[in-house]
């Protein structure tokens, strides 16, 4: 007796040409959620994740400590972001004022994620948006693909990287 495959699951990336900021990845995941073009039966965000490191230096420019920023959600970051760097405390380490020293938010350290539940005729995969890129994960009709990399390719905030 054999084993009869019954299904193929593939896996794909979409590098951004640029990362997203966040009022990008926003308005994109939005927009995602929103679109009718692609006859997506199901879109379910399953999980959202986004963080953002401080630095704190001291005078010699050795870092003392750090601050990572972890919540669900675009509005809690955004808000959280605003907590961090409007406290007079924070601010007096994050300035240096503190440690004769500075301190840094690393944006290219922070990163956003968002995964979908998604369904497309038969076929139901995961859809998941990160700051630098995209990933289609466990489709198995190609026509999937292409609905989706036809939608990216109308999106100038999602513009693919041109291949070297």
Known sequence: MAIVQNSVNMNGEWELATALTMSKFKSELSAFIADTTMGLSKKEPTKQDYKCP????????????????????????????????????????????????????DENEATWTA????????????????????????????ATATAVATYLATRPNLAQKASA
């Open 115 to 142: 995964k979908l539940s998604c369904q497309l005729g038969e076929d139901t995969f995961q859809f998941v948006f990160h700051r630098d890129y995209l990933v289609i994960q466990n489709y198995s009709d190609e």
């Open 54 to 105: 401080f630095y704190f230096y001291d005078a010699y420019g050795t870092e003392k400590g750090k601050i990572t920023l972890g919540v669900t959600g675009c509005e809690a970051y955004l808000d959280s972001v605003s907590l961090v760097t409007t406290d007079t405390n924070l601010i007096k380490f994050m300035t240096g004022e503190a440690t004769d020293g500075e301190a840094a938010k």
